[in-house]
């Protein structure tokens, strides 16, 4: 009895910050945490929406799909007894996102970095710059910049155009070669490198000066000052915009939809994991394999995240008792 009137006394005194937190406890339970656990439970089934009487629990069968390849399965025997081949583009989707990922992320995050230093100085008109610097940042995940980029690197496109005027002949195009399509996608995120940029700049005007002042006195070379004072100083932006920049990366999919034909491109070099994922789930109605492949991202972006954090013991200083 005590402890019911002590809840009761709780809640009372709480009555009004739940209230207050209704609304995004609903759409926390309905919209994120339910379909959470409800693709979770379909990961285990044979889920095809355009039938779903014929739904089977399957166990980790799905999970088999993914991963058979790299024990030399082909084909194995489901749960319910029919023959499943193991996806052969599983492998090949996850390659191609890591190396955008390793790619992309380090390039973009070194040329905000450098943007963002040069955007620090005392020039004139330099607010007019950083908003132009911003721009491909607030166009560039839209469809309409991913369809120009398409044109931009086609065979008859201002790229070949413009290297062609400079002699140079028997040029590709770039977006349906498997040996640059890649390339051009990493191209157009480093591109959009304003985000970055400003949360660089805005970590650089948090930095007293007084530190470059005092470095100068002592003789130190302006790249000495950036590696022993700015990095040092940074490092705590630089790993919140590294975690952000690895998810994001993880989760690209409307410039490789576009730019390669919704299909992968030529011989899949552009076949993105969130792509695949699409095909699967929104192409061949194979639901429950998406969902699975979903968690199996969630997961793979828990463990690169959990990395960046563990790392950062070493290379991030948040300048107390250090």
Sequence with gaps: MQIMSGSIRFFRRNAVAYMFLTPWLIGFFALTLYPLAYSLGLSFTNYDF???DSTQWIGLDNYIKMFGSLFG???FTSTTGELMRVDPYY???LSVTLIYVFVSVPLKLIFALAVAVLMNQKLRGISFY????????????????AVLWRKLFEKDGLVNGVLSAFGFTDLP???TNPNFALATLILLTVWQFGSSMIIFLAGLKQIPQEYYDAASVDGATKVRQFFSITIPLLSPVILFTLVIQIISAF????QAYIIGGGKGGVLNSTLFYTLHLYIQGWQYHQMGYASGMAWVLLLIIGVF???VFRSSDWWVSYGVGE
Aim: hydrophobic share 45%.
């Design 251 to 254: 989760q690209v999919f409307t």
């Design 50 to 52: 355009t039938k779903p």
């Design 305 to 307: 995240t959990a990395i």
């Design 173 to 175: 195009s770039w977006i």
């Design 91 to 93: 492998l090949k989707s």
């Design 73 to 75: 399965v082909s084909e």
């Design 130 to 145: 950083r908003v132009v610097y911003y721009i491909p940042t607030l166009l560039g995940g839209s469809v309409a910049i």
